[in-house]
């Protein structure tokens, strides 16, 4: 027998095939495409259904003298696919950062008021969630939403294509926007407000629910053994933390990839007043009685714009991205940058705004403003956590995790900005790792998460902070600060001149 954890992200997904014991037996991947525009930011469902069938094919026939019995998957948070009875009734899903839907939440919010969306549901209500792509299709696509049975994040739909009834984890419900957090079930005042159709939302059940078996059909599509046991998944940035091994308070864990995202574990969850304070949401893990929170913004998407932008010259992208390290200064840049190139994450949630850097000479090298670029994206994430340090909520160290956790650079500029050490792992996909755990937990293979943890994780290099380097960093994000503050207004004003 053998464990399957499959993840479905931005630009690409990953399936990963575990004995019971922790060893890796097999994995294959797939990527697809962003289709941006004016505007916009959507994946085509068609295309993401082939590459994850692409990804779990050739991982299961690697490994097809273990067969899977269970499995479990994972995905970003806010994407969801309309379905009918059997599949699809719409080509696209709308990204979370695709700014559409920001005019149509405006009224509901008005009416619930902020704090309140945010005693209610854990989040700072913002266009990012899938209510307002809902609410934008009501309004411009509703044939589609007339053709809908349910709406369905990414690991729902894929789950359900594989066999298992319509439903949602309590993690993706909140990333609707319209979860009761302490109820753990749709607001019915919140779904009221928004005219939805409630028969569209999923049947809300806790991460690892038992949500079916591979049908037929779903064998057919992904080469899973018919029978196989499906396990209820949800947001990748929880089951991130538990395949970093993050299952108690006090630890967290930042997975670095297209966007980064710092998630801190609660044993239940702060105050709403507290977290509101600090632009943090507060979300179920998917392990009871724990809690999470998100400190996110762009991150490798932005490392990948400026190699684009800048290595042009270099075509092979992991080449390009060893030659720019390389050609970083050792010491912090002179120049700032502000990692807002299109809509920003906690503690701000900035809608519209531009990136800038500032403090450029003639002298100034591109492999200079490469390492202005890592480090603005990472004074970013400061922000958060020196808040969380004032609510009491300190970290002993950083888990990372993602694709961008293989640059030594970027880890030892990064324990050097938090002054924190700075961990890696051996395994980087640590979302489908942590898919594969739950589903050994959940079937029992695994009396709990500590021993399964026991068998999954393996640290790799620590990266401990350098004393002058945080000292002089600790300085430059005051300068970053005040670079915010003075730019955020007139970027947004410049994004709503300029179009987009």
């Given at each position: 027998?053998?464990?399957?954890?499959?993840?479905?992200?931005?630009?690409?997904?990953?399936?990963?095939?575990?004995?019971?014991?922790?060893?890796?037996?097999?994995?294959?991947?797939?990527?697809?495409?962003?289709?941006?525009?004016?505007?916009?930011?959507?994946?085509?469902?068609?295309?993401?259904?082939?590459?994850?069938?692409?990804?779990?094919?050739?991982?299961?026939?690697?490994?097809?003298?273990?067969?899977?019995?269970?499995?479990?998957?994972?995905?970003?948070?806010?994407?969801?696919?309309?379905?009918?009875?059997?599949?699809?009734?719409?080509?696209?899903?709308?990204?979370?950062?695709?700014?559409?839907?920001?005019?149509?939440?405006?009224?509901?919010?008005?009416?619930?008021?902020?704090?309140?969306?945010f005693r209610i549901s854990g989040n700072i209500p913002t266009e990012n969630h899938s209510?307002?792509?809902?609410?934008?299709?009501?309004?411009?696509?509703?044939?589609?939403?007339?053709?809908?049975?349910?709406?369905?994040?990414?690991?729902?739909?894929?789950?359900?294509?594989?066999?298992?009834?319509?439903?949602?984890?309590?993690?993706?419900?909140?990333?609707?926007?319209?979860?009761?957090?302490?109820?753990?079930?749709?607001?019915?005042?919140?779904?009221?407000?928004?005219?939805?159709?409630?028969?569209?939302?999923?049947?809300?059940?806790?991460?690892?629910?038992?949500?079916?078996?591979?049908?037929?059909?779903?064998?057919?599509?992904?080469?899973?053994?018919?029978?196989?046991?499906?396990?209820?998944?949800?947001?990748?940035?929880?089951?991130?933390?538990?395949?970093?091994?993050?299952?108690?308070?006090?630890?967290?864990?930042?997975?670095?990839?297209?966007?980064?995202?710092?998630?801190?574990?609660?044993?239940?969850?702060?105050?709403?007043?507290?977290?509101?304070?600090?632009g943090l949401n507060v979300e179920h893990h998917c392990l009871s009685g724990l809690f999470?929170?998100?400190?996110?913004?762009?991150?490798?998407?932005?490392?990948?714009?400026?190699?684009?932008?800048?290595?042009?010259?270099?075509?092979?992208?992991?080449?390009?991205?060893?030659?720019?390290?390389?050609?970083?200064?050792?010491?912090?840049?002179?120049?700032?940058?502000?990692?807002?190139?299109?809509?920003?994450?906690?503690?701000?949630?900035?809608?519209?705004?531009?990136?800038?850097?500032?403090?450029?000479?003639?002298?100034?090298?591109?492999?200079?403003?490469?390492?202005?670029?890592?480090?603005?994206?990472?004074?970013?994430?400061?922000?958060?956590?020196?808040?969380?340090?004032?609510?009491?909520?300190?970290?002993?160290?950083?888990?990372?995790?993602?694709?961008?956790?293989?640059?030594?650079?970027?880890?030892?500029?990064?324990?050097?900005?938090?002054?924190?050490?700075?961990?890696?792992?051996?395994?980087?996909?640590?979302?489908?790792?942590?898919?594969?755990?739950?589903?050994?937990?959940?079937?029992?293979?695994?009396?709990?998460?500590?021993?399964?943890?026991?068998?999954?994780?393996?640290?790799?290099?620590?990266?401990?902070?350098?004393?002058?380097?945080?000292?002089?960093?600790?300085?430059?994000?005051?300068?970053?600060?005040?670079?915010?503050?003075?730019?955020?207004?007139?970027?947004?004003?410049?994004?709503?001149?300029?179009?987009?």
């Amino acid at each position: 027998m053998s464990l399957l954890g499959i993840d479905v992200g931005t630009t690409g997904c990953k399936a990963v095939i575990y004995a019971v014991d922790g060893r890796r037996l097999a994995a294959g991947s797939a990527c697809y495409r962003v289709e941006r525009g004016a505007g916009k930011a959507e994946l085509p469902v068609a295309e993401v259904e082939a590459a994850v069938a692409e990804a779990v094919h050739r991982a299961v026939s690697s490994a097809a003298g273990d067969p899977v019995t269970a499995l479990c998957v994972t995905s970003m948070g806010e994407s969801f696919v309309l379905v009918d009875e059997v599949g699809p009734v719409s080509p696209i899903s709308i990204l979370g950062h695709d700014p559409r839907g920001r005019e149509e939440l405006a009224p509901i919010v008005d009416t619930i008021g902020p704090e309140e969306f945010f005693r209610i549901s854990g989040n700072i209500p913002t266009e990012n969630h899938s209510l307002p792509k809902l609410l934008w299709l009501a309004k411009h696509d509703a044939r589609a939403l007339e053709k809908a049975r349910k709406f369905l994040c990414w690991s729902d739909y894929i789950s359900f294509r594989l066999g298992a009834f319509p439903s949602s984890g309590y993690s993706h419900a909140n990333r609707a926007l319209m979860l009761d957090l302490d109820a753990g079930q749709w607001s019915e005042r919140i779904v009221k407000a928004s005219g939805l159709n409630p028969d569209l939302l999923p049947m809300v059940l806790p991460e690892g629910s038992v949500v079916g078996k591979v049908s037929p059909q779903g064998e057919a599509r992904f080469g899973v053994p018919q029978g196989a046991v499906i396990i209820l998944g949800g947001h990748d940035q929880i089951l991130n933390a538990l395949g970093a091994g993050c299952v108690v308070s006090g630890t967290a864990v930042d997975g670095m990839g297209t966007f980064e995202c710092i998630t801190p574990v609660y044993a239940g969850h702060p105050s709403h007043a507290d977290l509101y304070a600090l632009g943090l949401n507060v979300e179920h893990h998917c392990l009871s009685g724990l809690f999470v929170s998100f400190i996110y913004n762009q991150s490798g998407s932005v490392a990948e714009w400026f190699l684009r932008t800048f290595a042009a010259d270099l075509p092979d992208i992991s080449r390009a991205y060893a030659k720019l390290e390389r050609e970083m200064p050792p010491g912090p840049a002179r120049p700032l940058f502000l990692p807002l190139l299109e809509n920003s994450g906690s503690p701000h949630f900035i809608s519209g705004a531009s990136g800038v850097y500032e403090g450029i000479k003639f002298d100034t090298t591109r492999g200079e403003l490469f390492k202005a670029t890592l480090e603005g994206i990472t004074y970013y994430f400061l922000e958060s956590l020196r808040r969380l340090e004032g609510f009491g909520i300190r970290m002993d160290e950083l888990v990372v995790t993602g694709g961008a956790s293989a640059s030594d650079a970027w880890l030892a500029l990064k324990a050097d900005i938090f002054n924190l050490p700075v961990v890696r792992l051996e395994v980087r996909d640590a979302g489908a790792m942590g898919a594969a755990m739950l589903a050994g937990i959940r079937t029992d293979v695994y009396r709990d998460a500590a021993e399964a943890a026991s068998l999954y994780v393996r640290r790799a290099e620590r990266f401990e902070p350098n004393a002058e380097r945080a000292r002089i960093y600790a300085e430059r994000f005051g300068l970053y600060k005040t670079m915010y503050s003075d730019h955020a207004d007139r970027l947004r004003n410049l994004s709503r001149l300029s179009g987009y």
